[in-house]
């Protein structure tokens, strides 16, 4: 005991004659297991999502609270209200998930994600008017990107443009803003657009816009496509808890699963932070070995909502992408906007 004292002079321990350990409290870490991911379809009362926990693990593999079975292990328990902490505890997501809460959507302005702009006009249709369009996000709504080129001999000015009844009811929110264009000169513009009532199933099966524009020579007509992320809502983030039970209210049979490969980063963060700019909303991730497994909300202006799985292998430029959806009519444009974020 004395050469303990001795040893530990310069603290509290030589003033209280004790060791350190008798009035220090050493907190202990618990370091969790990962849960075996089951094969989806063995069993309809479990699923292949769940996550890992820190802290002790729970007495059943499966909880309910609410009404709402935690498949996913995302610990739906309120904390005790009885309990006291001089520690606020963490978030649940943070104690859950190797990268913690959704990361911060980017804050930077300007139109995203970047798209080329296509020829929707050729000269050769437009009397030396070339159109070239591409609908896109401005500043977190619909809008249309125009960029104008004057290949005639004359003048061109006095542009209007009109919508014409499309799928998406997609409308002009404001008038198109171009300068007077001389012959060899280019313009840009920008058309914010918006959605007059809510669109039904099957909308963007077809989700062609035609349009007419009209200058100071005569009227012409031509068409682009939106594409599925222009048309999510900035209400699509949910909470862990509505996730849990809305993955549970779709079933099976309406989740497909698509490999994309090429993708341009395998920061969950990075990916996190695109996606929010498109309404795409972080909910948690877990990890399977080496792989990360990402999982997203959305929600469409047609009041559609989307569950989505990202798993990410490490070293292959390739994600395996998971959607579940009510509305079976959006797979196919769904997966070729995710190809797309995902590979820009």
Known sequence: MLQDLISNISTLASVYH?????????????????????????????????????GPAPEKDVTVQHGVMDLLGLGLDEPDSHAVSSVSPPDALDSIFGIGSSPAPS??????????????????????????????????QIALDFEFENQSPAQLSGFMIQFNKNSLNLKPAEKLNVPPLNPGQRATAMLKCRVEEPAGPGALQNAVVQMAIKNNIKV?????????????????????????????????????????????????????????????????????GAKEILYFS????????????????????????????????LIQPFFESLAFLLQH
């Open 220 to 288: 012409y007509y031509f068409q682009d496509r939106v594409p599925f992320h222009i048309t999510l809502a900035a209400d699509g983030q949910v909470q862990k808890q509505e996730f849990l039970g809305l993955w549970q209210q779709i079933p099976e049979n309406m989740e497909h699963s698509q490999p994309i490969s090429g993708i341009s980063t395998e920061s969950a963060e990075v990916i996190s932070n695109k996606f929010a700019r498109v309404n795409l909303f972080f909910i948690a991730s877990r990890r399977d």
């Open 18 to 54: 004790k060791p350190p350990e008798a009035f220090v409290t050493r907190p202990r870490l618990t370091v969790p297991k990962i849960s075996q991911v089951q094969s989806r379809g063995e069993d309809d009362d479990t699923d292949a999502y769940a996550m890992e926990s820190s």
């Open 298 to 329: 959305a929600h469409t202006v047609f009041d559609v909502k989307l569950l989505i799985e990202i798993t990410l292998q490490p070293g292959t430029r390739q994600a395996v992408v998971c959607v579940r959806t009510l509305d079976q009519t």
């Open 107 to 140: 804050t930077s302005s300007g139109n995203w994600p970047p798209a080329a702009r296509t020829v929707t006009l050729p000269a050769a249709r437009g009397d030396g008017m070339q159109i070239s369009t591409v609908f896109t996000l401005q500043d977190g």
